[in-house]
């Protein structure tokens, strides 16, 4: 199911979500539906679109570049990105496109992390089993945005997905459909320094057809 | 008339010729084909046109209809199911028949006739047509609901009850006809304990490995005449110990019925069952004496609506009772509360052994033949008045009771292509029908424990059996692509409910499906290829992942220009 359309992307918002498995999902599977729910948002569901991990690069491209903002809308896996979302940053934000030189696709759009966990906020903590507090996990994507030129907002996260009781998890809905309604105009936006693009010397890509990031 | 025409040649023109033009006749009238063969039996026989006097002779013959049409309603009843229904058999069955019995018995007595002839009438008037209750039904739709199911049963225990019966008449006639003596008597239950015995072991081991043997020797009209010769030959065993023919034929589709030839048993028959109730209903219609009528057209008439009102005091309550549908009642009272083929039998029976007097046994018959003419007509009546004003009142409940129980997805094919869909599907607990035409193939697959039925897939009437008008998925996977084609023709122009996923012999079959309309499309041996070569490219010394990229690049390319030139084929002018 693809509901892309030429004023699917009218609020400039896109939304990339992936869960491996939709059915066993409580909080995502909402979220997903408010977000299609949403007027004018555009919805990419990865596993739905790529089940067998073979991402149609031009396209997504070519998407990406038509967004203000990009949702990365998942729960978090291994401290990280389900497996399928990775890839498609691997395949997708190649060097001279996203970044490097003439990197400029995404250059002054927003990205966003709205994000699940199993685990309780408590075990985010130093004597908790997660040992680090969360934000500890977060460079990785931080830098992403940073690397491409794209502001980094402030992450929506729903610790202990699973437990949470329904009143919580219908107010984190709630307040996902009303930023996604209201973007961009949030209170905390002007707080928010522009991003400037990293410089990244071409030395440290020797092969100019270089796909992926690696270090 | 045609008089140097032998009389076999006559009586078939005689026979099409009224059937064709009666019964679309009486279909364009919304009345339903019954109307229409009785209607034909009544212009062509002798109080009509005159055209046909051996009434009996037919009558006898066409019994056989009924005895096709139970031996298909067999099939439909695997063995599991019927042991499920003993209850409704047994116990509705048993309240129906002998509530109704009863009941007619008492109003006989008062009415002040003797209690023999009383008893008499009161148990041939208890029963009901199976042949047209099933006919109304099938036609309906409705033997896979409840109230079809519950029907079902009370007219399968009445078959069984007709046997005792028509074996308490001689006890009641003033000839002590059964003289035989006990070793007699002993004799003649050993046989009909054989015979009930010999078709069960029958059934189950000799007849599949013979129908298997023939469907092995490719003649299709001789599967047929193997399918018509296995029903005869059993209805004529049961009619050599006196038993009920539909009975037996009813028990060796039940035996059958679990069998991979059902579907083309199924098949084969449904033509002839067709015809030959056909013919009994035009029989039934000749059959109506109007000389009895016009002579005592009070008596008649009270007879009917005496016994049919009576049966539906009974018959409605019981319904309710049963816990059928508010909607379905009406038809299901009706149904059950017109006089049977039965009654025709047990009266005749009755004069033979001289319980009933001639005119009063043709009284009772033709009673039964106008309640039967009646039912049809008070259906058209039903449906017109009294269903509107119900399914208003219980639309929900409605859908939810007729929902069909069929296997979501049908494969035709069973190849190695179909097999290892059907494996998959089967591993993810999900059932699928498996239509096949090659027996050699069905007996492998059957060897691993699949359901596969032998059966060409491209006859509507096969896809119709194997469930098309109620599956959400058919796959097409047979080896021909004529036939592939016209089995997507087929599923298109019947059930475009359908989703279609087909297997595409080569890129030509590939582009005609497409042109059809069919979007779900494998070619057979594109992916299978693509791994040979990336397997090739490991070989080679390039990493894994970088083949699979490289074969997935290739893939997608491949299918954009198969697309690409789909559409350019359709633009240009053929």
């Not at chain 2, 047994?90 to 023999?116: D, K, P």
């Not at chain 2, 609901?145 to 069984?160: K, N």
């Not at chain 2, 929900?396 to 179909?418: D, K, N």
């Not at chain 2, 194997?466 to 692509?481: F, N, P, R, Y």
Request: with cysteine; hydrophobic share 50%; proline share 5%.
């Amino acid at each position: 199911m693809d509901e892309l359309t030429e004023q699917g992307l009218s609020s400039g918002i896109l939304v990339l979500a992936a869960h491996p498995d939709w059915r066993d999902s409580r909080v995502n599977r909402r979220l997903l539906a408010a977000a299609r729910d949403a007027a004018g948002v555009a919805v990419r569901d990865l596993y739905d679109r790529y089940p067998d991990y073979d991402i149609d690069v031009p396209a997504e491209q070519a998407l990406a570049a038509t967004a203000r903002l990009l949702v990365l809308l998942h729960p978090i896996q291994w401290y990280s990105m389900p497996a399928l979302q990775k890839l498609w940053l691997d395949e997708v934000l190649t060097y001279g496109w996203a970044y490097g030189p003439g990197g400029t696709a995404l250059q002054g759009k927003d990205l966003w992390l709205v994000a699940t966990t199993g685990g309780a906020e408590g075990s985010y903590h130093p004597q908790g089993y997660n040992r680090y507090f969360f934000d500890a996990f977060l460079p990785p994507y931080e830098q992403t945005a940073a690397l491409c030129g794209m502001r980094f907002l402030p992450p929506l996260v729903l610790h202990g997905a699973r437990k949470s009781s329904e009143d919580a998890v219908g107010k984190h809905v709630a307040v996902f459909a009303d930023r996604l309604a209201t973007y961009p105009n949030w209170p905390e936006m002007d707080e928010l320094e522009q991003c400037v693009a990293c410089e990244v010397p071409g030395s440290d890509r020797p092969r100019a057809t270089q796909q992926a990031v690696d270090d | 008339m045609i008089e140097a025409a032998p009389s076999w040649l006559t009586s078939g023109l005689i026979y099409l010729s009224a059937a064709v033009i009666a019964v679309p006749l009486s279909r364009a009238l919304g009345l339903g084909s019954i109307i229409g063969y009785l209607a034909a039996g009544i212009a062509i026989g002798p109080w009509g046109l005159g055209l046909v006097s051996n009434v009996e002779d037919i009558l006898h013959f066409a019994e056989f209809g009924v005895v096709l049409m139970l031996f298909m309603v067999g099939l439909e009843l695997e063995p599991r199911r019927l042991w499920a229904l003993r209850r409704p058999i047994f116990g509705w069955g048993s309240a129906q028949v002998i509530g109704c019995a009863a009941l007619l018995f008492a109003a006989a007595l008062l009415a002040g006739l003797a209690w023999r002839v009383s008893l008499v009438a009161a148990m041939g008037l208890a029963l009901s047509s199976t042949a047209i209750a099933l006919q109304v039904m099938g036609e309906r739709n409705l033997l896979p609901t409840s109230s079809g199911q519950a029907a079902f049963s009370i007219l399968l225990f009445q078959d069984v009850a007709a046997i005792p019966v028509l074996a308490l008449l001689p006890l009641l006639g003033g000839v002590d006809a059964s003289q035989a003596s006990g070793d007699a008597r002993w004799l003649e239950a050993a046989k009909i304990v054989a015979v009930v015995v010999g078709i069960i072991v029958g059934g189950r081991l000799a007849v599949r490995p013979l129908l298997r043997l023939i469907a092995k020797s490719k003649t299709p009209e001789i599967f047929t005449a193997a399918s018509l010769l296995l029903v005869i030959a059993i209805a004529a065993s049961m009619r050599l110990v006196g038993l009920s023919m539909a009975l037996g034929a009813f028990l060796a589709g039940v035996l059958l019925a679990e069998s991979e030839y059902r579907r083309e048993l199924e098949t084969d028959i449904e033509p002839f069952k067709g015809l030959l109730l056909g013919l009994f209903f035009i029989a039934v219609g000749m059959s109506i004496d109007f000389g009895v009528l016009i002579a005592s057209p009070l008596a008649i008439t009270a007879i009917v609506l005496g016994f049919m009102l009576l049966k539906a005091l009974l018959i409605y309550p019981l319904a309710r009772a049963m816990g059928l549908p508010l909607q379905d009642r009406p038809v299901f009272t009706l149904l059950l509360a017109q006089g049977g083929e039965f009654a025709f039998v047990v009266f005749q029976a009755a004069a033979g052994a001289q319980v009933l007097s001639a005119e009063t046994a043709s009284l009772l018959i033709g009673a039964v033949a106008i309640s039967m003419l009646l039912s049809p007509l008070l259906l058209v009546a039903i449906d017109k008045l009294l269903l509107p004003h119900y399914a208003q009142r219980n639309k929900p409940r409605m859908e939810e009771l007729r929902e069909p129980q069929h296997a979501p997805v049908i494969i035709a094919g069973f190849g190695r292509y179909g097999q290892i869909v059907g494996r998959m599907l089967a591993a993810q607990g999900l059932s699928a029908t498996v239509l096949d035409h090659d027996a050699d193939m069905i007996e492998a697959a059957r060897s691993f424990g699949y359901k596969v039925f032998y059966g060409d897939a491209s006859r509507l009437d096969m896809l119709r059996t194997a469930g098309a008008a109620t599956a959400k998925v058919l796959v097409i996977a047979v080896d021909d692509t004529g036939q592939s084609l016209a089995i997507v023709d087929l599923a298109r122009e019947h059930f475009p409910q359908l989703e279609l996923v087909a297997r595409a012999r080569d890129v030509t079959h590939w582009n005609e499906l497409r042109d059809r309309g069919v979007m779900r499309v494998e070619r057979e041996v594109f992916e299978s290829s693509l791994r040979s070569a990336r397997t090739v490219l490991e070989v080679l010394g390039f990493p894994p992942y970088e083949a699979r990229s490289q074969a997935m690049r290739f893939r997608r390319h491949n299918l954009e220009l198969l697309s690409a030139c789909t559409r350019i084929t359709r633009i240009a002018p053929k």
